[in-house]
């Protein structure tokens, strides 16, 4: 049998998925802008055109935030 949940503990568990939630929509709105960066340049090329440069640097910089983030949050 389990304990009943202390109904003190709801609300910070409620705030913290909350923070959570905003944490990750946060994270996949900055991978879009990432991967849109990359991508835009191949949308916007004439049908014929047989290279596009990009720049892959707005990836590696989310990759770099990304990868501090969870070094100082672990």
């Known amino acids: 049998m389990t304990a009943p949940p202390d109904r003190l503990a709801l609300p910070a568990r409620r705030r913290r998925h ?5 944490a990750l929509t ?3 709105g ?3 802008d990432a991967a849109a960066a990359v ?3 191949i949308a916007a090329a004439p ?3 047989k290279a596009v440069e990009v720049s892959t ?6 990759a770099e ?3 501090r983030q969870s070094a ?3």
């Open 39 to 41: 991508y835009q340049p």
């Open 47 to 49: 049908p014929g055109r």
């Open 72 to 74: 100082t949050s672990a």
């Open 18 to 22: 909350a923070r959570l939630i905003a």
């Open 57 to 62: 640097l707005p990836c590696i910089q989310f």
């Open 26 to 28: 946060t994270l996949i």
């Open 30 to 32: 900055a991978c879009s």
């Open 65 to 67: 935030v990304t990868s």
